[in-house]
């Protein structure tokens, strides 16, 4: 089978990964990725990696961007499956879903939707001044939805989603991660923490990915500063990525953590994505305390089972898709709910040997079922079902 790849993503050689092992399952994979992106260029090929085409983007928004080009390195290609790395309600996804009913091929989208994208839901969501946008959406929808074959989609909110609007095919993968770069590494463990100046018996609990407001930082520093105040002789630290901008939020978070007085508990690092599970081994406990927010909920939280997979214990909120994520092997709390946060994390770093068991099990089940593997499974599966089983060769 020919499977040719359509991928912002791609722009990054650690996301070109999970078509590689497609390749090597004997699919032959070709990909399409931004020939800039942000004003800057692609990461280049790496060995082993699928033929990658780098075409220029008309835009960078993703409902209505193309890639110039596309439709003749499809025309010479001649795919059975075409796999766009964009939600079906997209330019992309139209216009390719086009030249694939032309040619006689299968169209697949991956897509990170987690939000009734219905008129209604939208509006009531967002307000009336979302009108012509939720219209736009509403109508990429329609004209997609007879071109779509496979829907993929990365959360279980998707899933329900798309199937109760009557997508054809939907089948939920992981964003999956590399196991080589997110596992179990003492010796990485070890080095880290000695060179942070942490002893074995430090409770390490750790906050991975950007400082948005989203992503519910500033209630993690709460907690911590109520931990602090409450028990100045506890063993503990916490790690974080290092502030990537200088926004008004980071200015709020530094002032906080001054305020809490945790600065001293605090050590920051950059790394790069293939280095930071060697912070995540160093850490006991991921901590995510993501917030609800009208037009954004979050939808995977990768760096969740990255954590997970490199035993650490995860700690999330019940909004969007890490729950799912964690399931019994961790501890979920409700979201904007400092005072659980408190409780939870003062009780792990009083007894970190109560929550051992429930991070080794936490390990197995992110291996098991949050590698790239295992996303190459799926789709592998999925592709083959579209193009064979409904008669198309």
């Given at each position: 089978m020919r499977l040719a790849v359509l991928s912002h993503p791609c722009f990054r050689a650690a996301n070109r990964r999970v078509y590689a092992l497609l390749a090597s399952r004997g699919l032959e994979v070709i990909i399409i990725a931004p020939a800039r992106m942000g004003g800057n260029p692609p990461e280049p090929q790496e060995p082993g990696c699928p033929p990658v085409h780098f075409l220029p983007l008309s835009s960078e928004n993703p409902r209505t961007y193309r890639f110039a080009g596309a439709e003749a390195v499809l025309e010479k290609?001649?795919?059975?499956?075409?796999?766009?790395?964009?939600?079906?309600?997209?330019?992309?996804a139209v216009g390719t879903g086009l030249?694939?009913?032309?040619?006689?091929?299968?169209l697949a989208c991956l897509t990170a939707e987690n939000l009734d994208f219905g008129l209604i839901p939208h509006v009531k969501r967002v307000g009336l001044r979302s009108l012509p946008q939720a219209?736009?959406?509403?109508?990429?929808?329609?004209?997609?939805?007879?071109?779509?074959?496979?829907?993929?989609?990365?959360?279980r909110a998707g899933t329900e989603l798309f199937t109760r609007h009557g997508y054809a095919h939907v089948a939920q993968v992981p964003l999956g991660f590399d196991p080589s770069h997110f596992r179990l590494d003492p010796a990485a463990r070890q080095s880290i923490r000695a060179g942070l100046g942490m002893s074995d018996r430090t409770v390490v609990?750790?906050?991975?990915?950007?400082?948005?407001?989203?992503k519910g930082l500033h209630h993690i520093v709460e907690a911590l500063g109520r931990i602090e105040a409450g028990d100045r002789g506890r063993d503990w630290h916490f790690l974080l990525n290092e502030f990537q901008s200088d926004?008004?939020?980071?200015?709020?978070?530094?002032?906080?953590?001054?305020?809490?007085?945790?600065?001293?508990?605090?050590?920051?690092?950059?790394?790069?994505?293939?280095?930071?599970?060697?912070?995540?081994?160093?850490?006991d406990v991921a901590v995510l305390a993501s917030l609800t927010q009208p037009v954004l909920v979050e939808q995977f939280g990768r760096v969740i089972p990255e954590?997970?997979?490199?035993?650490?214990?995860?700690?999330?909120?019940?909004?969007?898709?890490?729950?799912?994520?964690?399931?019994?092997?961790?501890?979920?709390?409700?979201?904007?709910?400092?005072?659980?946060?408190?409780t939870v994390l003062s009780d792990i770093i009083a007894?970190?040997?109560?929550?051992?068991?429930?991070?080794?099990?936490?390990?197995?089940?992110?291996?098991?079922?949050?590698?790239?593997?295992?996303?190459?499974?799926?789709?592998?599966?999925?592709?083959?079902?579209?193009?064979?089983?409904?008669?198309?060769?």
């Open positions: 290609f001649r795919p059975n499956a075409v796999l766009i790395d964009a939600d079906p309600a997209s330019r992309i030249w694939c009913k032309r040619h006689g091929a299968r219209a736009a959406k509403t109508a990429l929808h329609a004209l997609a939805r007879p071109l779509v074959d496979q829907v993929f989609t990365i959360n609990l750790g906050f991975f990915g950007r400082a948005t407001q989203q926004s008004l939020y980071t200015k709020q978070l530094r002032s906080q953590i001054e305020k809490a007085g945790i600065g001293p508990r605090i050590s920051t690092f950059s790394s790069t994505h293939a280095e930071i599970g060697q912070y995540m081994a160093a850490a954590a997970m997979a490199c035993g650490a214990l995860a700690v999330v909120s019940d909004s969007g898709a890490p729950k799912d994520l964690v399931g019994p092997h961790g501890i979920v709390f409700p979201e904007g709910d400092v005072d659980r946060l408190t007894h970190p040997e109560r929550y051992r068991g429930m991070a080794a099990a936490g390990a197995a089940h992110a291996r098991a079922h949050f590698s790239v593997e295992r996303q190459a499974e799926i789709y592998y599966r999925q592709l083959f079902s579209i193009v064979f089983d409904d008669g198309h060769a």
